[in-house]
Structure formats: structure tokens, C-alpha cells
């Protein structure tokens, strides 16, 4: 879902670079939002750790999702003339590509557009500025010098701004002119020491001005692996014989703006959740967007950890808790909130290295979407938090996985990076769905040729 303000990032662990060499189609209805496809282009994809804890909420009127999560996943291109390096946030829960413009104290990394001869400012008569930014926050503005002013703002107070201008982007070698993106030049973060590690976040909705949508991709795929860190970036069709059949689920669009729903988001339709083979006893409308577009289903790679409305987490929350009792220890601390979004936690051991100590067997989680089921199991059930909480640094402290939105204060169900590890995920712009393919993500790491 979207995170965008740069993350505070404490450890960068691998590089793996991608090489799409199919040809990228488009049908005419696709290509009527968008220029024509680009040529293949390269793009680097790092998995990078944060600090727990720092969460901003979203108000009614921002349709979407905003907050920070522990992992998140950045992009490494240059832009400008002459190039400059820059590193994004990866985010399929955002629209507008952004990038810190001003230096600051805090920024180790911005675009300097003074020194680029392509860089152009958007005034605010351009159609741009007047009918591409509909689904923005906050609508736009024009400032003192006539040119088309964009800010992203947040429930912590947290805000940035700046104005729009197209530049040409470098990815892989390939040249894309006239990218529009927001050159950042003032704003206000609640954690500075996030703002020092990326140069900005790369937007991947469904959005007229998204990066996806402005390159004329028809689709992208990711892979994240969830033992060694490595990834796959994909632009283009996934025709690998090692990848088996891919499960599809459609897109829901919404043709009318309401306060809750974001239009532009990857919306999918949840129908149910199962434990092992017993499916919760929730009232099926309980899934579905009411008549302010709370309780829409959402596929996010700006998420770490998947969250639902609190009906529903509290409903798997007692029935997970029924099928392992015996099996773990529940945390003896009702204090504690992981991440203020995750109330379950376990203690699996206490003075012994982790290594020494393997989960147990755990009831499948198994998310119904139209069309196609998800089943998250084993080790992307838990996930173990005894080395961030100095209390516990002798113990096996392990969390669900599942966060109740409720407590985050949002309204609506979202499907994090966390639960897609070693799943093949297949965003397909032109026929409006989603899929997904369980898979060895280090694997198709190798075979593609980013690990030796």
C-alpha cells in the first residue's frame, strides 16, 4: 500500500537486478491511458529493514492507506541530464512518483534539478495539472510562479510538497522522456532519520500519473524471497516454463469517488478466510466495501504484514489460538502490541539461540478471493520480534502476522508483501486482475540470472 514517505531504513541487504527481454504488448483500451510501451529496461530491487513502531494514520478524506512497516522494497535508476542516481520506494499502493528536490540536513540522497537540462516544471494550465491528478489526497494548487503544486499529506502531521515536472528517466540503459513525477522541495516527517536513507518513492497504481501507467506497461510481476532476501522485478509477460499456472482474481473498480475507497489502489474481492479446513463464521457482506468504500481488499507491496477489520481478526485471531493451543506458549504480556496492530503474540522458548528452536506445525491460513485462493502457512504465520524488544532478548518471541485494522484506526483489508513471500505476483493492467503462483523466489532468482 503506499508508504510515501522515504522509509527509515536500518540495513540494506542485497541487490538483484532483472533483465526483461519479452516484448511488452498493450491493447487499445490500455494504451488509450498511456503513451506507447517503452523498450525493456532494467531496474535494481532491494529488500530493505526498518524500526518498528512508527505508524501514521490516515484521515477520512485520504481514500488511502498511510503508514509505515518494518520492510519495504526500493528501486535504484538515474533521471536527469546529466544522469543522477536515486533510489525509490517501490509502491503499488501509490500514484505519484516523488523525489526529494532541496537538500536538507536530514537528506543524504536528492535530484537536483538546477543541474539537469530536462528537467521541466508543470504550469497550471497544462492538462496535466487540471485532469490528471483527480485521484490525488489532496487536490492540487497553483503557487506564486504559475506552476502546478502537489502535497501529500498525513494523519501524524507528517507532510511533503512541491511541484510537478517531467524529466527523462534512465532505466536499464533506456531513455523515458518526459516522465512526470513531484520534484519535493518543503514538508514536515515525524521520524527525520527515515527521510536520510532514499531519494523518494516510485508510485505503482493504477493512477493516470503512476509510474506503471506513464511507461505503458500492461503488467509487472514481483517475487520476493522470504530465506535469502532475493527478488525479481518483472516488466512484461512471465512465459517461464518453471513457473506453473497462475491463479487469477479480478480487480474491483469503483466508478464513483467515496471517502474510504481508493479508486486507483489494486482492489481485489475477499470472500472468506479458512484455518486448516474450518472456515470463519463471519457474515459474508462483512468482506465487501460499504456505502462509504470502508472494507475494500487491497494488494500492497508498501505493507509489510497483512491487516484486517477488526470482526474478522478477532474471529481468526480465537480460532488460530484454538488450533495451536498446546502447541505454543501465548506471550504472557496483554501490554504488548506489535507494530499497534497485532495483539497475538508467543513465547517459543526462553535462552536458547534461534536455530535451536523450529516452529511447530501450524493451521494454514487461507485467504478466498473471487476465483482464486492465497494460503499462507508455516513461517509467514509468525514472524519473531524477540530481537527488536530489549526485554526479551533472551526469549523466542513470535507474532501473528495478521494485524487488526482497527486498532491502526483504517477501514480496510490489506494484503502485505509479508504473506506474498515465495509467491509469484502478477499485476495485469489490461485485463483487470491479479495473479498469483506459488513459487521458489530464490530460485527464480537464479534462473533468471541474478544469482550465480
Keep these: 500500500m503506499n508508504m510515501p514517505t522515504s522509509p527509515h531504513v536500518l540495513l540494506l541487504l542485497r541487490v538483484f537486478i532483472f533483465i526483461m527481454f519479452l516484448q511488452i504488448q498493450t491493447s487499445t483500451s490500455f494504451s488509450s491511458l498511456s503513451p506507447p510501451p517503452q523498450k525493456p529496461f532494467i531496474l535494481p530491487l532491494k529488500l530493505q529493514t526498518l524500526p518498528h513502531g512508527s505508524l501514521s494514520l490516515p484521515t477520512p478524506s485520504s481514500r488511502k492507506l498511510s503508514f509505515q512497516h518494518n520492510v519495504t522494497l526500493t528501486v535504484s535508476l538515474t533521471l536527469g541530464s546529466p544522469p543522477q542516481n536515486v533510489t525509490m520506494v517501490l509502491d503499488t499502493g501509490s500514484e505519484l512518483s516523488w523525489l526529494h528536490c532541496k537538500k536538507l540536513p536530514n537528506l543524504n540522497s536528492i535530484f537536483n534539478p538546477l543541474l539537469s537540462s530536462t528537467y521541466t516544471p508543470t504550469p497550471c494550465t497544462s492538462p496535466v495539472c487540471k485532469t490528471r491528478t483527480r485521484d490525488f489526497p489532496v487536490p492540487v494548487s497553483c503557487d506564486t510562479k504559475k506552476l502546478c503544486h502537489a502535497t501529500i499529506s498525513y494523519a501524524d502531521a507528517s507532510y511533503i510538497e512541491g511541484n510537478l515536472a517531467t524529466e527523462t528517466f534512465f532505466a536499464g540503459g ?11 522541495d518543503s514538508g514536515f516527517s515525524s521520524n527525520t532519520n527515515e527521510d536520510s536513507k532514499t ?7 493504477r493512477g493516470s500519473l503512476s509510474f506503471v501507467t506513464q511507461m505503458g506497461l500492461p503488467k509487472f510481476s514481483y517475487c520476493i524471497s522470504g530465506k535469502d532476501s532475493t527478488g525479481v522485478l518483472l516488466f512484461g509477460e512471465a512465459n517461464f516454463n518453471w513457473l506453473g499456472p497462475l491463479k487469477y482474481t479480478p480487480m474491483v473498480k469503483m466508478s464513483i469517488p467515496l471517502p474510504y475507497f481508493d479508486r ?7 470472500e472468506g478466510i479458512r484455518v486448516g479446513k474450518k472456515l470463519l463464521q463471519v457474515p459474508k457482506t462483512i468482506f465487501a466495501p460499504d456505502h462509504t468504500g470502508a472494507g475494500q481488499t487491497m494488494v500492497d507491496s508498501g505493507t509489510q504484514f497483512t491487516f484486517l477489520l477488526g470482526p474478522v481478526y478477532t474471529a481468526l485471531r480465537e480460532e488460530f489460538i ?3 493451543k498446546g502447541s505454543m506458549t501465548l506471550l504472557n504480556d496483554t501490554n504488548f502490541v506489535f507494530q499497534g496492530a497485532i495483539d497475538l503474540c508467543y513465547n517459543l522458548g ?15 491460513v487461507t485467504l478466498m478471493f473471487e476465483g482464486a485462493e492465497m494460503s499462507v502457512s508455516g513461517e509467514r504465520l509468525l514472524y519473531r520480534v524477540s530481537d527488536d524488544v530489549a526485554k526479551w532478548k533472551n526469549d523466542l518471541v513470535y507474532c501473528f502476522t495478521f494485524g487488526n485494522s482497527d486498532l491502526l484506526g483504517i477501514e480496510a483489508y490489506v494484503i502485505g508483501h509479508y504473506h506474498q513471500m515465495n ?4 499485476f495485469d493492467l489490461v485485463n483487470s486482475r491479479v495473479g498469483f503462483a506459488d513459487t521458489s523466489c530464490e530460485l527464480a532468482s537464479q534462473r533468471l540470472g541474478m544469482v550465480p
Excluded at 533506456?174 to 519535493?184: D, E, L, R, V, Y
Excluded at 535462552?351 to 511447530?360: A, E, M, S
Aim: with cysteine.
Design 174 to 184: 533506456s531513455a523515458q522522456p518526459g516522465t512526470i513525477f513531484g520534484c519535493m
Design 199 to 205: 531519494t523518494g518513492l516510485m508510485g505503482m497504481n
Design 264 to 270: 486507483v489502489a489494486y482492489t481485489v474481492r475477499l
Design 322 to 324: 484454538a488450533q495451536t
Design 350 to 364: 526462553s535462552g536458547q539461540k534461534p536455530g535451536r528452536v523450529g516452529l511447530p506445525v501450524l493451521p494454514a
Design 423 to 426: 509467491v509469484w505476483m502478477e
